[in-house]
């Protein structure tokens, strides 16, 4: 009786596949029809699933051998419907009715957009985080020692007059530049580090199309037990060709610095004239983008770091002058008024 | 400061042209512009090098920039008189930390004339006045050698004495321009006998001036306390060449040069005598400074390889005496150079001789350092991302603002500033909905109505428990204005409401995936005439919003409804941070049912759901309120609430039996509870 059931099942298996192939030639070229074929077929009720309730009766021995069967006829069946759907004339299918006008528009989707600075800030992050550098940040109201004293910058030094400082109180500024947080950080934590500070800094300056009362910046430190002038140069050479391009080249110049030694200006070809001479350059071909130079051992006395020991380079730019430079801005201002005109070019 | 290219000759041999010069001492560390004309050049000077004030200064730099030699300087000076300096004046130092040394000559039966063409030429070409020749030559000296000096007119001063102390607290003393100054005690007076004579190294006074009348003058080359100088000047807001000078670090051996060189112009172009010998009061004198340069910390330092005899012939080239032990060089600081106290001072020196651009870039990186530190604001840029991904537009504002505009937003405890750049900017915002606001009304302004801003910043408040007596709290505010869209050919335009500022804080809540987050009515804002506020299941506000009453926005002459919202940042990063686990897809299929109540108008809607919710348990996966109905279809007081309920259980199919029963209980309790009707 089992046995005779498998026997029973395999010439069904024959019968339909036969059937199928009759009823597909008979099919007209149309959805409706192959999908009725569809239905009684591979339907939740159709053959198949017909076919494959009887299987539960076949003695287990031959149900595998007859289960394989079935389910090649499925799948013949599954392939020549597919087939026959891909190939239905299309022009049968009742489509939503479309305006011929291409040039209506689409609905409205409001795009949003990330402000020029920020975009720039993580573009810095970016480069610097590609070369190990940690991402840092601290107070923008801070007393006088973190922003100035343990930089090396006294009370009566002549260098404090280059940069104009907002007083809180008597001894608390808004600060100047987001060097207090490298002081922050070095008292905390022990070297070797490496990280770099972006923020937002003030200077007690009037506001023109040139400067602004405040600013972003980003600094950066480095300190461990050889750190050379030439790695800092190797860094920030990498970091400009990243931000400005391959074809854009550096120059370090000495300069002063309270808190570096030696002190070093950087200055990169001009990427309006490409170093030939233009008013933005004025006429010399360079632009000058950022600060920089070795860790005065007075800063690492005052934090507790061996200076005999430890060695280090530090950094600091601009976010708005990269970022002018970046997008050919030609007012600061721009970036604080949150004109969205302004805003709208940067989604 | 500007220096003249044919004075500078004087000292050097310049061959190059004036652009090719400033290109050479912009590369040594001192930015230079070609001025018009070509004969001056303009050099910014970084306040390190007191040195650079002054022509023999820039031409060392030349020289040893350009690896040519510095031309040999020294004074002939003639003392033509028989007298004795010291018979006409005594010195009197009373604030010898102040005033460390102070030297003078007198040079008698001088002419007051005009100067020589060449002293006028050269002054102009600095861009100084021509005074007198007795002015002009201590002038000269000063541009040419960088000490500062002051000259009397002899006969004024009284007693044949100089004094030197400090002065007394509201003392007054008329400088030599006309001005009246009341002085304090960090200030430094020269008197004579009787009176106040110079404001030390700043101004002369009125009443010693040399004039036409003067026939004896008294030269006064002294040195005074960096500190004490620019404290002085600064209490007056009074910046002069003397004191740009002194405050920087004069020359104490130097200032010897410059005095007789004062001298022997004068006694030149006015037909005076020096009188024989300098009083000259230097009662401690500045010890000797010796500096080791070790090469290898040099090479180490600048990543470069310096041979002995580039070393040798740098630290000639800059002046620096030095003998070698064991390959080490002692060096003697300079007089001239307060700026080379240390090693790596001088090993700054090297590299910048060296040339920066010679130096070989490093590219190694050393790789992961042991603590790298977490971005903080890492999840932050994710949160701007989502406002973007939303259609807002990010803005940064001033921090600083009017005081009265920031007691709009925070009654107290605002942080003020004390040397404000103007009224405007005399404060530190307490909220960014200042900033915000100003930006929406300064787009209206402009005819931009459709506005969707945010921006993520610091907000500031006093607090008594902080080292700065600040606090700072970063935050995210953004504000909707206007239409959500522009008027558009297929449909109507809809304006942002009160439930479009709801929908972006539901949006939010998808965000963060913080489950159980509700949402409450704010009581008695200072800002929100109506608004909610967002509890996470711990009950953190995560974040409020609302809309602003009218007079807030009158500030900003806004006439329009705006909605605002604040995302409360360190209880928002939870919910970012949190670790994000997938949950199983059901492979069962869903029932879905309407349900339909009519509710007096009382009974909010959180009322039913919190019912429906209940019962409904951990297979009802979502509730949509899809219909909310008032008017003549349903009784006076009443309203019409329908539902859409979706069930699934991710074990098994569920039956039309089971969720009927769980609808009746819903039925039965909302009617039990709420007096509900199925509609």
């Not at chain 1, 009037?206 to 950066?220: D, K, M, N, T, W």
Request: aromatic fraction near 10%.
């Amino acid at each position: 009786m089992v046995f005779r059931l498998a026997v029973t099942l395999t010439n069904k298996i024959t019968e339909i596949r036969t059937l199928f192939q009759s009823d597909t030639k008979s099919v007209s070229d149309s959805i409706d029809s192959i999908n009725s074929l569809k239905t009684k077929y591979l339907g939740r009720k159709g053959i198949i699933s017909g076919l494959f309730r009887q299987l539960r009766d076949v003695a287990s021995g031959d149900r595998s051998i007859t289960g394989k069967e079935l389910n090649k006829l499925k799948e013949e069946i599954t392939d020549v419907l597919q087939s026959l759907l891909s190939h239905v004339s299309r022009t049968d299918i009742q489509q939503p009715q479309i305006s011929k006008d291409i040039h209506l528009p689409g609905d409205y989707i409001r795009v949003g957009s990330l402000h020029p600075i920020e975009k720039t800030i993580q573009e810095v992050k970016r480069i610097f985080s590609s070369i190990g550098f940690s991402v840092v940040y601290g107070p923008e109201i801070d007393d006088e020692y973190h922003n100035f004293e343990a930089l090396n910058l006294p009370k009566h030094h002549p260098a404090r007059d280059m940069q104009d400082t907002f007083y809180v109180s008597k001894d608390v500024v808004l600060r100047t530049h987001t060097s207090n947080t490298q002081i922050h950080v070095m008292e905390e934590q022990e070297p070797p580090l490496r990280f770099i500070i972006p923020g937002r800094v003030y200077r007690n300056e009037a506001i023109s199309v040139r400067s602004y009362c405040l600013f972003h910046q980003v600094e950066g430190l480095y300190v461990n037990e050889h750190v050379s002038f030439a790695e800092l140069k190797g860094t920030l050479e990498y970091f400009v060709r990243n931000f400005f391009g391959d074809d854009v080249n550096a120059r370090f110049r000495p300069s002063f610095f309270p808190f570096t030694e030696p002190s070093a200006e950087m200055d990169i070809s001009c990427i309006f004239c490409r170093g030939g001479g233009c008013s933005t350059c004025k006429k010399t071909g360079w632009l000058e983008i950022l600060g920089c130079g070795m860790v005065d051992p007075a800063v690492f006395e005052k934090v507790g770091y061996d200076p005999i020991k430890w060695k280090g380079y530090a950094f600091g730019m601009g976010i708005e002058r990269l970022a002018m430079l970046k997008y050919r801005i030609d007012d600061i201002r721009l970036f604080f008024n949150g004109d969205v005109r302004f805003l709208r070019q940067f989604t | 400061m500007i220096v003249s290219i044919d004075w500078l000759k004087t000292f050097v041999d310049i061959t190059v042209p004036p652009e090719e010069l400033a290109d050479i001492l912009t590369n040594g560390g001192h930015e230079t512009d070609v001025l018009s004309g070509r004969t001056t050049l303009d050099i910014e000077l970084t306040p390190n090098r007191p040195d650079c004030t002054s022509h023999r200064g820039i031409a060392r730099e030349i020289a040893v920039l350009t690896g040519g030699s510095l031309k040999p300087f020294s004074v002939d000076l003639q003392e033509s008189s028989k007298e004795l300096t010291s018979n006409f004046i005594s010195i009197e130092i009373d604030a010898p930390r102040e005033c460390p040394r102070y030297a003078a000559r007198i040079v008698r039966n001088v002419n007051i004339t005009s100067s020589p063409s060449w002293i006028t030429k050269r002054l102009e070409a600095c861009g100084l006045r021509s005074i007198n020749n007795i002015v002009d030559i201590s002038n000269y000296v000063l541009f040419e050698l960088g000490h500062p000096l002051h000259t009397f007119d002899l006969s004024l001063i009284e007693r044949n004495k100089i004094v030197v102390r400090t002065a007394e607290d509201r003392e007054n003393f008329q400088t030599l321009d006309g001005e009246e100054h009341q002085l304090n005690s960090n200030h430094l007076l020269i008197c004579d006998g009787i009176k106040p004579v110079a404001l030390a190294g700043i101004m002369g006074g009125a009443n010693t001036e040399v004039t036409i009348e003067t026939t004896d003058v008294l030269i006064e080359s002294a040195y005074f306390d960096p500190v004490t100088i620019r404290k002085g000047a600064k209490a007056l807001n009074l910046s002069t060449e003397a004191s740009k000078r002194f405050e920087r670090g004069a020359d104490y051996e130097g200032l010897i040069t410059a005095l007789d060189r004062c001298a022997s112009l004068i006694a030149e172009f006015s037909g005076g005598e020096v009188l024989k010998g300098i009083v000259d009061v230097y009662p401690q004198k500045f010890p000797v400074n010796k500096v080791t340069l070790r090469k290898r910390e040099a090479i180490s330092i600048i990543g470069t390889d310096f041979s002995d005899s580039f070393i040798e012939k740098t630290l000639n080239g800059l002046d620096i005496k030095f003998s070698t032990v064991n390959g080490d060089y002692i060096c003697t600081q300079p007089t001239f150079r307060p700026d080379l106290e240390r090693e790596i001072d001088i090993i700054e020196e090297l590299a910048r001789i060296y040339g920066y651009g010679e130096i070989k870039p490093d590219v190694s990186y050393h790789g992961i350092l042991g603590n790298n530190l977490e971005d903080e604001e890492n999840p932050i840029s994710q949160l701007k991302q989502f406002f973007v991904s939303q259609g807002f537009h990010e803005v940064v504002s001033n921090s600083l603002l009017n005081e009265s505009e920031a007691k709009a937003f925070a009654i107290d405890d605002i942080v003020t500033l004390q040397n404000p750049l103007s009224q405007e900017m005399a404060v530190m915002r307490p909220s960014l909905f200042a900033g915000l606001m100003k930006t929406i009304s300064y787009n209206l302004r402009r005819g931009e109505r459709d506005l969707t801003i945010f921006e993520v910043g610091n907000t500031f408040s006093k607090s008594i428990s902080s080292l700065t007596g600040t606090a700072e709290e970063l935050e995210l505010s953004g504000i909707i204005c206007g239409n959500k869209s522009p008027k558009e050919w297929k449909g109507p335009v809809y304006e942002f409401d009160y439930f479009s500022m709801k929908g972006y804080m539901d949006a939010l809540v998808l965000f963060l995936k913080a489950e159980g987050t509700q949402f409450r009515q704010i009581k008695d804002h200072q800002i929100f005439s109506s608004g909610q506020i967002l509890l996470s299941n711990d009950g953190k506000v995560l974040a409020y919003f609302g809309v602003f009453f009218q007079s807030l926005l009158s500030i900003y002459d806004i006439t329009t409804a705006i909605y605002g919202f604040t995302v409360n940042l360190p209880n928002v990063l939870y919910w970012l941070s949190k670790p994000l686990l997938f949950q199983h897809l059901s492979i069962y299929p869903g029932i879905a049912r309407d349900l339909s109540f009519v509710i007096d108008d009382e009974i909010s809607v959180g009322e039913v759901s919190k019912i429906v919710n209940k019962i409904g348990g951990q297979i009802l996966k979502q509730l949509t309120l899809y219909d909310l109905y008032k008017g003549d279809q349903v009784e006076k007081g009443k309203k019409s609430v329908t539902f859409n309920l979706f069930f699934q259980d991710s074990k098994r199919t569920l039956t039309d039996e089971e969720i009927d029963v769980i609808l009746e209980t819903i039925i039965s309790k909302t009617s039990k509870e709420l007096n509900a009707k199925l509609r």
